[in-house]
């Protein structure tokens, strides 16, 4: 379902109550950009210097999706298959903006990104429905100014006594003669209305006719102030009559009008729901936030280190500076996370070799909707993103890179993967599974819920070569040598990082072994990592806070060269 800024009202409340039934949502987002041109990142870096990047591309760029799914458990099919409601929400979000000047510092710059762009331009994202029809977003701290300023709007406010020495002899004979005619109005309207009643129990009282009418015109009325203070006691001390100022050149005449209760509760009903409708156009987005963060839910992404970031930069706070204070917020907001790409890496569960493809995509498509283990089915409403309606739309496998579509691949994949371990819900789930999330292009994974983060379990070797020699030709090597399965990492023009598969063998045979062979293209040894982690790989013990500017030969030479 895609939603933009019309129908977010209306579709907020189902979303929320939908959350409540959900067992866990997955999660993806679509971002103006994700790459900063001060910071190149690099494989070799360590997870505090990925996060400095990735903390500048989260505060400056903007969201220009936010798909979120809600799976509901159904009960489990006769053929033992675990069965899936899933709600697909595609949100298209544009920061708050306002031209009133009163909002001057509320409103928030929109960077693009040209690469970003354009990748999302061929994708068929519409960016004029973005920018026209995106609904709004705030922080914590925006949304609690326009929370006030809203309440405010609501607040009839008395004036001081003293200013009615300000007024003319005549304004304030106009404001007493009026509120008699107001009360007198009042009375006659009851009184007819009354005997209505009684004598019509069955009908409403709007079909009453008021003897004498229920309007009355006032004497003009030049003075804004007088206008505007007649308008206020009316409301406080007389709600069932209202007051409409019409212009006659240069004054205004009055019209005051008598309602029944009837009509005034209506009134009142549908001023709440215009407040209320207004709160979200204002608010918007956050509101969204809000209710995932509180309802404690699983959260389900893929490769969704950078995601958590925008979220929590553009609807929560500022990132903090160190990544530590990061992983704390981002625990106390969403305590339960599972990151597929982290999960399907786990070779101890998936070997080498059982995914041929690297991607979301790829992942999902070793499964469907409609897997041996598990039935994801999409209800009324949510057709958009059904194979059949996807097929009669030529879109083929789908709309990647639609934030909505993304996320609902990524719930169902997580599901296959959990059912394929012989777990039967997220609470079966793997613990080492939660709350590790991946980092992009790194030899890390990020520990949500504690201090050490992850360094890859599998042998990494450094690979020093000349600027000509290409990755498929370091490919053909490794596979003469027996390993078909290595992963290549350009950390410069003439070094290379080679991640082997978990169960490598012995690598200092495979490193003597493509040195002796290519000795004139290669330099082959093991690669010692910067910081110390879970790895029987890892060489050097060193704090994971460390970073890139701790004081080391090597950290500075890095320094140096940016």
């Known amino acids: 379902m895609n939603v933009d800024r019309s129908v977010f009202p209306a579709t907020y409340a189902f979303f929320v109550d939908i959350l409540r039934q959900c067992e ?43 798909g979120v799914t809600l799976f509901v458990r159904q009960p489990t099919a006769e053929n033992g298959k675990l ?53 709004p977003f705030v922080d914590a701290a925006r949304e609690k100014v326009l929370a006030a300023r809203l309440k405010e709007r609501g607040v009839v406010v008395e004036k001081e006594e003293e200013e009615l020495l300000l007024l003319l002899d005549e304004e304030k ?17 009851e009184t007819c209305w009354a005997a209505f009643r009684e004598a019509n129990p069955n009908l409403p009282v709007a079909s009453a006719v008021v003897e004498g009418g229920s309007e009355v015109m006032l004497p003009v009325q030049k003075s804004r102030t007088v206008r ?75 490769n969704c280190f950078a995601d958590i970031l925008f979220l929590m930069a553009a609807l929560h706070q500022p990132l903090p500076e160190s990544l530590s204070e990061c992983k704390k917020e981002v625990h106390e907001c969403f305590p339960t996370v599972l990151d597929t790409k982290y999960i399907t890496s786990q070779q101890d569960h998936f070997p080498a070799g059982r995914f041929p493809s ?17 039935s994801v089915r999409l209800p009324l409403g949510f057709q958009s993103y059904d194979p059949m309606t996807l097929m009669g739309s030529g879109r083929g496998g789908g709309p990647e890179h639609e934030a909505g579509y993304d996320s609902l691949i990524t719930g169902t994949l997580l599901l296959n993967l959990l059912a394929e371990v012989g777990s039967t819900s997220l609470a079966d789930a793997p613990a080492k599974w939660v709350n590790k999330v991946a980092l992009f292009r790194s030899l890390y994974s990020v520990a949500l819920g504690a201090e050490t983060d992850e360094y890859t379990p599998a042998p990494v070797v450094q690979i020093d ?29 003439t070094k290379t990082l080679g991640v082997l598969p978990w169960k490598a063998g012995e690598v200092d045979r495979l490193v003597r072994q493509l040195n002796e062979k290519y000795m004139r293209q290669l330099t082959v040894k093991p690669y010692d990592p910067p910081v110390v982690a879970s790895s029987p790989f890892a060489k050097f013990a060193a704090p994971v806070e460390s970073g890139a500017f701790a004081s080391t030969g090597v950290r500075l030479m890095r320094l140096l060269i940016r």
Request: a neutral charge; proline letters at 4%.
């Open 24 to 66: 866990f949502y997955a999660m993806d987002e679509e971002m103006t950009g994700i790459n900063v041109p001060e910071v190149t990142e690099n494989i070799t870096f360590t997870p505090v210097e990925s996060y400095r990047s990735k903390k500048l591309a989260a505060s400056r760029y903007s969201i220009i999706q936010v």
């Open 83 to 135: 069965s899936y409601l899933a709600y697909p929400f595609n949100f298209v979000v544009f920061p708050y903006h306002n031209d009133d000047p009163q909002d001057a510092g509320l409103v928030r710059d929109v960077v693009l990104n040209a690469s970003t762009v354009d990748f999302l331009r061929k994708h068929k994202m519409d960016f004029q429905e973005w920018m026209y029809k995106g609904i």
């Open 173 to 189: 004979a106009w404001l007493r003669e009026s509120f008699q005619a107001a009360e007198t109005l009042l009375q006659r309207a």
């Open 228 to 302: 505007e203070r007649f308008a206020a006691r009316l409301q406080r001390e007389l709600p069932q009559v209202t007051v409409q100022y019409r212009r006659q050149g240069q004054v205004y005449s009055a019209v005051i009008r008598a309602r029944s209760k009837e009509e005034l509760q209506r009134s009142r009903e549908a001023e709440v729901l215009s407040r209320r409708r207004e709160e979200l156009d204002v608010i918007g987005f956050r509101h969204i936030f809000n209710a995932l963060v509180e309802s404690k839910k699983p959260m389900v992404g893929h």
């Open 358 to 374: 690297n991607y979301l995509g790829g992942f999902f498509e070793q499964y469907g909707f409609q897997s041996d283990k598990v």
């Open 465 to 493: 070569h000349g600027a000509h020699v290409k990755p498929l030709q370091l490919e053909s090597c490794f596979a003469a040598c027996g390993q078909p399965g290595t992963a290549f990492y350009s950390a410069s023009e």
